[in-house]
């Protein structure tokens, strides 16, 4: 029985846990902690594939699609459910337009990851992301106007093999 009510709190835990798109004030869930000067490497090695820009890749996805490509720029914002994606943007681009890096399964973003430095490699996909998911992204983690998700999102996606986060 009381490993019943053990497990209910851990579920109502996780269940009531919230996704945020400021840096994490350290209520949330804690694996790996980043230092403020170390960096630190999540999943593959970087390989040093080809750099591309946020802007290149949002302007012409279709041309990446299936090639391995490194971004370079700030974390803007962050899966905290399951640590699972992060979005990025570079220093030539708006802070409205991004590219999310889906981790998982590879590796965890790391807590603390929103507002850090971070290189990430991965193949490009282009995903059609559903209305309900695209209004979540952006009413959830700041990423667009929710009011302005009137159907599916096209939107090109990083499939990470590895990353670094300073």
Do not use: N
């Amino acid at each position: 029985m009381q490993s019943t009510a053990k497990l209910a709190c851990l579920m109502m835990a996780l269940a009531t846990s919230s996704c945020q798109t400021k840096p994490d004030a350290g209520g949330g869930p804690s694996v790996q902690s980043m230092g403020s000067t170390a960096t630190q490497a999540v999943g593959a090695a970087l390989a040093g594939a080809k750099r591309v820009s946020v802007a290149e890749l949002l302007a012409k996805p279709a041309g990446f699609v299936g090639q391995t490509v490194r971004l370079e720029g700030e974390v803007t914002a962050m899966c905290h459910h399951q640590r699972a994606w992060f979005a990025i943007r570079d220093d030539a681009t708006p802070a409205s337009q991004y590219v999310r890096v889906q981790t998982r399964p590879a590796f965890l973003v790391p807590t603390g990851a929103i507002g850090k430095r971070a290189k990430a490699e991965g193949r490009v996909e282009l995903v059609q992301v559903p209305q309900a998911m695209a209004q979540h992204y952006a009413s959830d983690h700041g990423l667009g106007d929710p009011k302005a998700v009137t159907g599916p999102v096209q939107a090109p996606v990083i499939i990470a093999m590895g990353a670094e986060f300073d």
